[in-house]
């Protein structure tokens, strides 16, 4: 059985901090571009962040610009998504996203859900 997990959101005041965990199980991410991705209420899913899997290269939208890191920790099959300085617009459920172009796989998480809010 493949799964992707995430885990680690929660409620949060404006300027906190949260870490992201998205866990594999059935397969390794050695190969995978993982990605990170959000849906706030009412909007469409949007890109967050992703990270490499051959030079371990990231991006980030540049609403979570020098905010956010995206790391990864193929030892631990697990990639993480650091948040600092959250703000009410980041509220959203958080998904995760394993991609092999050439094996033609695509996996995704069921979400966590982040509240930014006092």
């Known amino acids: 059985q493949v799964h992707l997990v995430e885990s680690g959101g929660g409620l949060v005041q404006p300027g906190g901090s949260l870490r992201l965990s998205c866990a594999a199980s059935?397969?390794?991410?050695?190969?995978?571009?993982i990605g990170w991705f959000r849906q706030a209420p009412g909007k469409e899913r949007e890109g967050v962040s992703c990270i490499s899997s051959v030079d371990g290269s990231t991006y980030y939208a540049a609403s979570v610009k020098r905010r956010f890191t995206i790391s990864r920790d193929n030892r631990k099959n697990t990639v993480y998504l650091q948040m600092n300085s959250l703000k009410p617009e980041d509220t959203a459920v958080y998904y995760c996203?394993?991609?092999?172009?050439?094996?033609?796989?695509?996996?995704w998480g069921k979400g966590t859900l982040v509240t930014v809010s006092s």
């Open positions: 059935g397969f390794t991410l050695d190969y995978y571009t």
């Open positions: 996203n394993a991609h092999w172009t050439l094996a033609g796989r695509d996996y």
